[in-house]
Nanobody
C-alpha cells in the first residue's frame, strides 16, 4: 500500500514558476513509477508527465520544455517543477503511482492517488 500527499500548489502569475511535491509512504515507493496528472474544471484528467528511475522521465507535449519531474528517493518524494506557467495550466494536479517500470499515460493504469493540489495561473 502506498499513500501519496501532494503539496506546493497556489496562485501564480503567467510566466511564473511553482514546484509541487508528492510525498510517498513505504519502502517500495522509490521503485514505483510516479506520474503527475491534472484536471481542469469541466475537463477530463490528463497526463502531465511521469518518472520511473531518477533519470527516466516522460512528458506530455503540452508541458515539454517547461515542466521537469525529479525524485529524491532518500526523501520518498517526487517533484514537479513548473516554469513559464500559462493560464491554461490552471487545474488540480494529482500525483499517482503504480508498480512497474513503464510510465503509462492513462489514469486507469495507476493504483494509488494523492488528494490533489490546486494550481491557478492568472493572466
Amino acid at each position: 500500500q502506498v499513500q501519496l500527499v501532494e503539496s506546493g500548489g497556489g496562485l501564480v502569475q503567467a510566466g511564473g514558476s511553482l514546484r509541487l511535491s508528492c510525498a510517498g509512504s513505504g519502502r517500495t515507493f522509490p521503485s514505483y513509477v510516479t506520474a503527475w496528472f491534472r484536471q481542469a474544471l469541466g475537463k477530463e484528467r490528463e497526463f502531465v508527465g511521469g518518472i520511473w528511475s531518477t533519470d527516466s522521465s516522460y512528458y506530455a507535449d503540452s508541458v515539454k520544455g517547461r515542466f521537469t519531474i525529479s525524485r529524491d528517493n532518500a526523501k520518498n518524494t517526487v517533484y514537479l517543477q513548473m516554469n513559464t506557467l500559462k493560464p491554461e495550466d490552471t487545474a488540480i494536479y494529482y500525483c499517482a503511482a503504480r508498480p512497474g517500470t513503464v510510465v503509462m499515460t492513462t489514469p486507469l493504469q495507476y493504483n494509488y492517488w494523492g488528494q490533489g493540489t490546486q494550481v491557478t495561473v492568472s493572466s
